[in-house]
């Protein structure tokens, strides 16, 4: 499944940016999406989860300055973000897992998107 993930860009600390990213209108449901980032040379960590009933996931390093959302009607997740240092710095990537698109009457897992830069200056 090809997710469409946007908004990245450069911000400086203290500033705020907002990822969306959205699934193919043949998607019918999708349990959980969520967004994971990578900085150079480390792994991708896990930033937050929601489920498709709303239950969601902090990374500890985020809580209290991002917030995930996510509009089922519309197959998307966001990502707000306030506050941002130097250390967020990195590509986020969307992620949806147990997704069923109408069209091929198929599960899929562990799909993700492109990724999308953001860049906190100091």
């Known amino acids: 499944v090809q997710l469409q993930a946007f908004g990245g860009g450069l911000v400086q600390a203290g500033g705020s940016l907002r990822l969306s990213c959205a699934a193919p209108d043949s998607i019918l449901s999708i349990n959980t999406m969520g967004w994971y980032r990578q900085a150079p040379g480390k792994q991708r960590d896990m930033v937050a989860t929601i489920t498709r009933r709303g239950t969601i996931n902090y990374a500890d390093s985020v809580k209290g300055r991002f917030t995930i959302s996510r509009d089922n009607a519309k197959n998307t997740v966001y990502l707000q973000m306030n506050s941002l240092k130097p250390e967020d710095t990195a590509v986020y990537y969307c992620?949806?897992?147990?997704?069923?698109?109408?069209?091929?009457?198929?599960?899929?897992?562990?799909?993700w998107g492109q990724g999308t830069l953001v860049t906190v200056s100091s």
């Open positions: 992620h949806a897992d147990q997704v069923f698109d109408g069209d091929s009457r198929s599960w899929y897992y562990d799909s």
